[in-house]
């Protein structure tokens, strides 16, 4: 075997060396690969040493070896830094996200509750077998967000003590601290079965928020009922302000004094069936005393709220609003269900680029002009094509409407935020009332709650009605995605078989064509 021939299995047996070191300094650990190349590369050393060694300082000084030296310095060089670089995302991991929906971003609401960490946050992560992929990876994404937030996968039958001293009873099971777990007022909270963006968000703002607020829905009228599951119920609303640490509960005000001193926030829906006068009363009385609520007025229903709202700056118009809608082979068409896209300036739809739907509603206007103290914004407007019917009549019962000059061009206001300072309303005490009205009420009911945006804009207003500004945002959203969770062997095997095989591959081959042409 001649010096020229066995050339080849030198820079055969380097290149298969400095591989072989490669792999072991990214991960250390005596694998296959790197036995393997370190064994064989050394082979074809020994083997070419030993074959030309009294021609080795001839070859050496040879242009060609130069070439090929430099050939192989070059590949080694970019190999080490793609190394490098490989070394350096894992140490400062940072996630790009190009799917259409940011499926694997967090929501704007979880950065936000992330954000507003102000103790250490841990999160103990109970799994079988103290593995999930799936949880680690989202947990890991709170982690990426805020060095705040720190978690362990905990294997609940080998750290028994553990799982008994949180009181695990299932898996997956999360146990989230906040604060410092030696100290009184760290506070806690715990997440269990469908553990989600959403589900881990909820159990964190459990966990940081100091008092729960009351929301009192207005009851014994016909109103969406809180505890219903149907259509027409309100459940979905009920279980969404519990999961954003509200407490909630029904109040039948035709029974009682006046609105309880505890309740935070007032939901009343406008229904066929007209409120008391002692009812009026007391709401009124309510919001003088600084009470925040939720008004839901739809369409040919809650005459008695007009002159209630009107010193607040709303007006509420007899009207519903209508839009032209294009059907396939039927051309256009007059629809009730009002998509809307376009918000004002308010701390609620701060930020709120979504669609949301409203299936009937009226014109609510702000009219807060020559009222001391009041402040009013329209919060949500309609489509430019929709208008507001004046002809209530003519739409529900002959199914009829067109534009005219009494009609209220779109963009419509659907809802109107207020805020009123008592002393420069002529109060005589200091306060604030906090007022949102919605010519709509079944944009809240379970049919049409989880639609499009509509849980977001409803949660949005609660947060700001209730003094919860930092809860306002999109929030996590249950979207499915295609998506594969690998394991530390799958892992392993892309890393070998893009960073080190394919590159390898490439230069022995390219090593290859050099030496057989150097041969000619």
Known sequence: MGSRSTSLFGLWGIVLL??????????????AYVLVHVGLGLLLLVLYLTASRENLSTFLGERSTRYG????????????????????????????????????????????????LDKPLVVHAFVEGGTDPIIDDLLDSYKNASNRFSYRMVDPVKDRDLAERYKVTEIPFLFIEYGD???????????????????????????????????CFLDGHGEADPENRDARGASALQDALRNENYDTRKVLLASEASVPAECNILLVAATDRPLFDHELTEIREY????????????????????????????????????????RLF?????????????????????????????????????????????????????????????????????????????????????????????????????????????GDADFVSNQFFGQLFNRDLVLNMMAWLGGEEQQISIRPRA????????????????????VLVLPELLLLLGLTVWWRRSMT
């Open 18 to 31: 400095a591989f072989g070191l490669v792999a072991y300094a990214v991960a250390p650990a005596a694998s």
């Open 181 to 215: 777990p030696a100290s009184e007022d760290k506070r806690t909270a715990t997440v269990t079965r469908d553990i989600s963006e959403e589900s881990i968000t909820n159990g964190i703002i459990k966990a940081t928020a100091g008092t729960k607020k009351l929301v």
């Open 287 to 326: 919001l003088k005393k600084g009470g925040a609520a939720l008004f839901l007025v739809p369409p040919e229903r809650g005459q008695q709220f007009v002159d209630l709202l009107q010193p607040w700056g709303v007006k509420l118009t007899d009207t519903v609003v209508v839009d032209q809608v294009v």
């Open 330 to 438: 039927q051309g256009p068409a007059l629809g009730l269900q009002i998509l809307a896209s376009t918000y004002g300036t308010h701390p609620i739809t701060q930020g709120f680029t979504e669609r949301t739907i409203f299936p009937m509603a009226r014109a609510v206007q702000a009219d807060a002009a020559g009222k001391p103290g009041v402040s009013a914004v329209e919060i949500v407007k309609s489509s430019p094509s929709a208008w507001a019917e004046t002809d209530v009549e003519g739409v529900f019962k002959r199914g009829e409407a067109a534009k005219s000059d009494s009609d209220i061009a779109g963009p419509v206001p659907l809802a109107v935020a207020v805020t009123g300072k008592h002393k420069e309303m002529g109060f005589d005490k200091e306060g604030e009332t906090k007022l949102v009205v919605v």
């Open 69 to 116: 030296a430099n050939a192989v310095v070059y590949s080694l060089i970019f190999v080490a830094v793609l190394a490098a670089l490989n070394y350096l995302a894992a140490r400062h991991n940072h996630r790009f996200d190009f799917t259409k929906e940011k499926v694997f971003s967090l929501s704007s609401q979880s950065r936000n509750v992330l954000a507003k």
């Open 479 to 498: 979207i499915q995605a295609s998506r594969t969770q690998l394991g530390p062997a799958e892992t392993r095997r892309i890393f070998y078989l893009s």
